[in-house]
């Protein structure tokens, strides 16, 4: 950390406030290589995309629609994105409640795109495209994010986190989707989800 900025050189990095596995991000100059990177450990940019997607974390406004996204849906509270000790702030009072009363049916989850033998199938999901149950033909959510074989998507978590092998994309049954949970996340977030669907 002693030698993560070069304050007159107009470089800095900064570490990731999300989750330490997303590690450092560092603002240069364009025209300079960014310093203190090994020669073997520079990588492309969509490495680190699918680094991302694969942890279920998204990023911007394509990924987080700005004016329609619940910020709880997207698991900005486990990426420090919101604080509950803060002042106001636009949607406070229906964060908080949903927050506190800790029932949130749909959350944005990392997919995986498959045929029907388990093999990855690479580049014929796009996002918006609607994930269903092909057994029950209940809509389970949307892909948010859709990079290869892989991508985002925010489904409801008692369709998307229950082991089944029934999801698929709408419209294109022979691409099974597969959700996952972060391993980053709380433990409750489930405990909470469980226990409200024991009650209802």
């Not at 940019?45 to 700005?66: C, D, F």
């Not at 796009?126 to 489904?155: D, F, H, M, Q």
């Not at 989800?193 to 024991?198: G, K, N």
Request: glycine share 10%; charged share 25%; proline share 5%.
């Amino acid at each position: 950390m002693s030698s993560s900025s070069e304050g007159n050189l107009g470089w800095q990095w900064f570490k990731d406030p999300r989750l330490a596995c997303l590690g450092f991000r560092g603002i240069f100059p364009s025209n300079i290589i960014p310093p203190l990177i090994e020669a073997d450990k520079e990588t492309d940019e969509q490495n680190y995309l699918m680094w991302r997607i694969e942890k279920g974390v998204a990023e911007g406004s394509i990924e987080i629609p700005k004016g329609e996204a619940m910020p709880l849906e997207y698991n900005l509270v486990g990426l420090n994105a919101i604080s509950f000790d803060k002042g106001c702030y636009v949607g406070q009072e229906l964060i908080a409640r949903t927050h506190h009363r800790g029932v949130i049916r749909k959350r944005l989850v990392p997919l995986r795109f498959q045929d029907n033998d388990g093999k990855e199938v690479i580049d014929k999901v796009i996002p918006g495209s609607e994930v269903v149950n092909r057994e029950s033909g209940k809509k389970a959510g949307l892909v948010t994010t859709a990079l290869g074989c892989r991508g985002l998507g925010l489904l409801r978590l008692e369709e998307a986190l229950k082991g089944s092998t029934a999801l698929s994309i709408q419209g294109q049954e022979d691409v099974k989707v597969v959700a996952s949970k972060p391993d980053w996340w709380p433990s409750d977030w489930l405990q909470d989800l469980q226990q409200h669907t024991a009650f209802a």
